[in-house]
């Protein structure tokens, strides 16, 4: 922090001293908090708890959100609850993995008709902007659709969707989403400052995720897409263990380096029984805008290949094209810029084969219920 914000930090660490936990200590001086930041009037920090003191420490964290925004020049608090596994004298991990146990225990997200995590093995395939067009095109088909970027790391939705400054309170203490083009939309790039670094271990993640899910209000929804970050690890975990998914879909480019990861991801999601309703292959071709040639630069029908080898569905392809490129950075998504052109009509069939694998996957699982 500079000199300027020390006043500030000094009265935050005030605070943290004046809460005092169950046991009659104080938390600022408990050990307990971690990844303290402070920049552009908005402070995250993460509090570490034992699984079993889940209930006893939300009304504590929520009177630490309450506190610190009373602060001058503080406009929004992301506090976090997190569990680890404890080390043994001798360095050996005792006990079962709290990681994997939410804070939360009711399903945050029971009003919504359907979760969806839309994956990928790696990072560059095009997933965050798959998701909102996806979105947008669900929408176009009569669907009540949000979007929650889960991507802790690099939140790329705000710039997606054109969002600007910070979601609303609302009742229980709740955030309310933001709303672009018809979606809900809910990003931790919406709660730090752009330029803030989130460094965060696996346990912060988790339950970053988690309180991204029961803390803010969703309401009813047909679908909320969850832009995953890449790769199988604390993330995928918490969502999966956090709420009740009804299925995955996989982003791949066409080149066996992505193929290769997302077949990691389809085993992840396999292990903790949430159905893959299928892959996309995103920058099937490259269409280029001077003559119009298609271009197989990364290769052509490894995904499709792949969904045939795993025995998953192939949802569809999508071009790469420079108008793609150029709403995606304006913040206008080419989907509703315009829903009619050829990449509206390819996410709009995408979208239907993604409904008919919903109703395939509801179908399988009532045949499978004893």
Same mark, same amino acid.
């Given at each position: ?166 979601? /609303? ?65 604390? /993330? ?99 989907? /509703? ?34």
């Amino acid at each position: 922090m500079s000199q300027s914000e020390h006043p500030v930090e000094d009265d935050v660490q005030s605070i943290l001293d004046e809460v005092i936990l169950p046991d009659g200590t104080a938390l600022g001086t408990s050990g307990r908090i971690s990844g303290l930041t402070f920049a552009g009037g908005r402070i995250s920090l993460s509090v570490q708890i034992d699984a079993a003191e889940a209930d006893a420490f939300i009304p504590i964290r929520d009177e630490v959100e309450a506190r610190l925004r009373g602060l001058s020049g503080v406009t929004s608090v992301f506090a976090v609850l997190t569990s680890e596994r404890k080390m043994s004298e001798n360095g050996s991990v005792s006990g079962p993995p709290d990681l994997a146990k939410p804070v939360t225990r009711a399903d945050p997200l029971a009003e919504v008709g359907h979760v969806i995590a839309v994956a990928s093995g790696k990072g560059g395939v095009g997933k965050s902007t798959t998701t909102v067009n996806l979105g947008l095109a669900l929408r176009a088909l009569g669907l009540k659709v949000g979007i929650l970027d889960a991507d802790i790391y690099g939140p790329s939705l705000p710039t997606l969707l054109g969002l600007h400054g910070k979601p /609303a309170m609302g009742e229980g203490r709740k955030l309310k989403p933001m709303r672009a083009f018809g979606l809900e939309a809910m990003s931790m790039g919406l709660l730090v400052e752009p330029e803030t670094a989130m460094v965060w271990r696996g346990p912060m993640v988790m339950s970053a995720i988690t309180q991204m899910m029961a803390d803010v209000e969703w309401g009813k929804l047909d679908i909320l897409l969850v832009d995953m970050p890449p790769g199988t690890g604390d /993330a995928q975990l918490a969502l999966a263990q956090g709420t009740r998914l009804a299925g995955a879909v996989i982003v791949s480019t066409p080149q066996d380096l992505s193929l290769i990861d997302a077949r990691r991801g389809i085993a992840m999601f396999r292990k903790v029984d949430v159905p893959i309703l299928g892959i996309i292959e995103n920058m099937s071709h490259f269409v280029c805008p001077d003559c119009g040639g298609s271009h197989a630069i990364f290769g052509q029908g490894g995904a499709r290949a792949e969904a045939a080898r795993l025995g998953v569905p192939y949802l569809g392809g999508i071009p790469l094209t420079m108008d793609l490129r150029v709403a995606s950075d304006a913040g206008q998504p080419v989907t /509703a810029r315009d829903p009619e052109g050829p990449l509206g009509q390819i996410f709009q069939q995408i979208a239907r084969a993604l409904l008919g694998g919903l109703e395939e996957a509801r179908v399988d699982s009532s045949r499978r219920a004893p």
